[in-house]
């Protein structure tokens, strides 16, 4: 099986250190020959990195399976900095990878930017932003109902707190980060009236999505308020989340991955939003052919937004309290319930 190799780059105008994967050539079999000559692809991680449990991972997943399932030849950049993510997207462009992918809603300028110097390349954007005037045509955005599964995740907090008192943790202060928290508090008021949630925000740049130091402190700050269950929406500084909520016995719950193994114990449950299937869909439509440009909406009547309520990551949910949230999520299924983003 084809396995990224590690080399690290300089981009000429540009001080962008990474870490790159490769392919190595596949043996010689017609089938892998015919496949690796249908696409190439690169992904540019988001701020975090591989290696953050979560949205960064889910996506390189869904990168590793189009390599492993479909034949294809990867390749992937770290940018050392937010800055360097435009320059990281147009080396790929320039290589001329058939798609470029960047993770994260902050690479949605950037991407609009090089899409339009490259229109022969297609592109992907995980949480993408469409400018105003609408997306180039050579650009698929790729968006989900994050508040759907914060919804769910709320009612489970909802529903196991003792002190009726619960946080939210968020990364970087903006629109998307705000679906989660109010989709989460719909969520707990759905199930406990009474409680109050306290949100706080970790900053106002990328670099909120990186500072486990600053988020343990704010988790501490909400504990000392109250707060038993504690939801991050803070990608690599959602561990602080964890550690604080474990050193307090309190209850956390994660977000985008099952992010169980990063706390057994302490993680009750998370919401899982599946950027590893929303893709490998797109790798595969395009090297199908069948690639559409504009936006993606996935939730959970697409199976792509969720929680983590059954197996042994789900072994501190009661019975009676899936049994609730299953009856939401069925009507968040079905359209019976509209869950707030705003």
Same mark, same amino acid.
């Given at each position: 099986m084809t396995g990224p190799a590690r080399w690290t780059a300089a981009? #000429? &105008?540009? $001080? %962008?250190l990474a870490t790159v994967g490769l392919p190595r050539r596949r043996p010689a079999a017609p089938d892998a020959q015919h496949a690796a000559a249908r696409g190439r692809l690169g992904l540019v991680f988001d701020v975090g990195g591989r290696g953050d449990k979560s949205f960064n991972d889910a996506a390189y997943a869904g990168l590793l399976r189009a390599q492993r399932e479909l034949g294809l030849e990867v390749a992937f950049l770290e940018p050392a900095s937010s800055e360097d993510r435009? $320059?990281?997207?147009? %080396?790929?462009? $320039?290589?001329?990878m058939d798609l470029v992918i960047g993770v994260g809603f902050i690479f949605s300028s950037d991407v609009d930017r090089v899409a339009r110097d490259f229109p022969r390349v297609r592109f992907a954007c995980v949480d993408y932003a469409p400018p105003p005037g609408g997306a180039p045509p050579n650009v698929a955005? %790729? *968006?989900?109902?994050?508040?759907?599964? /914060?919804?769910l995740v709320g009612a489970v907090a909802g529903l196991l707190s003792k002190t009726r008192h619960v946080g939210f943790v968020g990364g970087m202060r903006g629109p998307l980060i705000r679906?989660?928290?109010v989709g989460y508090e719909a969520g #707990? !008021? *759905?199930t406990c009236s009474a409680c109050m949630v306290h949100s706080v925000y970790v900053g106002s740049t990328p670099d909120a999505f990186r500072d486990p130091a600053k988020g343990k402190a704010v988790a501490i700050a909400e504990m000392a308020e109250g707060a038993d269950v504690l939801y991050h929406a803070a990608g690599a500084t959602g561990h602080g989340v964890f550690e604080a909520a !474990?050193?307090? =016995?309190?209850? $956390?719950?994660?977000v985008d991955s099952d992010q169980w193994a990063e706390m057994p114990g302490t993680v009750v449950t998370s919401m899982v939003k599946r950027a590893d299937v929303s893709v490998f869909d797109t790798i595969r439509a395009? #090297?199908? &052919? !069948?690639? =559409?440009? &504009?936006m993606h909406l996935f939730g959970v009547k697409d199976g792509a937004v969720d929680y983590v309520h059954e197996g042994p990551h789900a072994a501190l949910l009661p019975a009676d309290v899936v049994a609730? #949230? =299953?009856?939401?999520?069925?009507?968040?299924? /079905?359209?019976?319930?509209v869950v707030p983003r705003e």
């Open positions: 981009l #000429v &105008g540009a $001080a %962008l435009e $320059a990281a997207m147009r %080396l790929f462009a $320039a290589q001329g955005g %790729l *968006a989900f109902h994050e508040e759907e599964g /914060s919804y679906k989660f928290e #707990v !008021h *759905a !474990h050193d307090a =016995e309190r209850l $956390a719950i994660g395009t #090297v199908d &052919g !069948h690639f =559409e440009g &504009g609730r #949230v =299953e009856a939401l999520r069925a009507d968040v299924a /079905s359209g019976r319930i």
